[in-house]
């Protein structure tokens, strides 16, 4: 059971979300869910905290936005923006297709693709998107530690020169 990130999912697909929300509650995680990236995107830049996204590619709508959008957005506003875990899970592009499109956003494009006809468990690949961005998270604190005790260091040297340069002196 995971006590991690909670996850959110994005799908258009009304028949799709429930399901989901359920298998991934059933596994222990804190789930929302919006059929619409105009709601989600809303939703999830007031949010300081990561989390897990499941996000579709196609939302049939007018405008031609995808969840590609979502994702350029999120990586650029949010504030766990680069490192968000942000699984693509898609029935309409294949895995070619999903290279050519993300083509030129590599920067800003989802952390993995899985096709939602494949044989891969959605938990599975959440459960990988939480681990891969806890571990990331870990790193960062330690070398922030490290850097703010060898920062530390640095400034009790410079400090007990600055001793002795005012014990000489006297």
Same mark, same amino acid.
């Given at each position: 059971?995971?006590?991690?990130?909670?996850?959110?999912? +994005? =799908?258009?697909?009304?028949?799709?979300?429930?399901?989901?929300?359920?298998?991934?509650?059933?596994?222990?995680?804190? +789930?929302?869910?919006? =059929?619409?990236?105009?709601?989600?995107?809303?939703? #999830?830049?007031?949010?300081?905290?990561?989390?897990?996204?499941? @996000?579709?590619?196609?939302f049939?709508?007018?405008?031609?936005?995808?969840?590609?959008?979502?994702?350029? #957005?999120?990586?650029?506003?949010h504030?766990w923006?680069?490192? #968000?875990?942000?699984?693509?899970?898609?029935?309409?592009?294949?895995?070619?297709?999903?290279?050519?499109?993300?083509?030129?956003?590599?920067? @800003?494009?989802?952390s993995?693709?899985?096709?939602k006809?494949? =044989?891969?468990?959605?938990?599975?690949?959440?459960?990988?998107?939480?681990?891969?961005?806890?571990?990331?998270?870990?790193?960062?604190?330690?070398?922030?530690?490290?850097?703010?005790?060898?920062?530390?260091d640095?400034?009790?040297?410079?400090?007990?020169?600055?001793? @002795?340069? +005012?014990?000489?002196?006297?």
């Open positions: 059971m995971s006590a991690g990130l909670p996850v959110v999912v +994005v =799908d258009d697909k009304h028949e799709l979300l429930d399901p989901l929300r359920q298998l991934l509650e059933y596994e222990g995680w804190t +789930v929302d869910t919006y =059929d619409d990236i105009d709601a989600a995107a809303r939703a #999830l830049l007031e949010r300081t905290e990561p989390f897990v996204l499941v @996000v579709d590619h196609d049939d709508r007018p405008d031609g936005r995808t969840g590609f959008d979502l994702t350029e #957005l999120l990586r650029s506003a504030p923006g680069p490192a #968000l875990p942000i699984c693509y899970y898609s029935g309409r592009i294949d895995g070619g297709d999903f290279l050519a499109a993300q083509r030129g956003r590599q920067l @800003v494009s989802p993995s693709y899985t096709h006809n494949d =044989d891969v468990d959605i938990v599975d690949v959440v459960r990988q998107a939480e681990q891969a961005f806890l571990d990331f998270r870990d790193l960062f604190e330690q070398q922030a530690l490290r850097r703010a005790l060898l920062g530390a640095e400034d009790l040297e410079a400090g007990a020169d600055d001793d @002795v340069l +005012v014990g000489e002196e006297r």
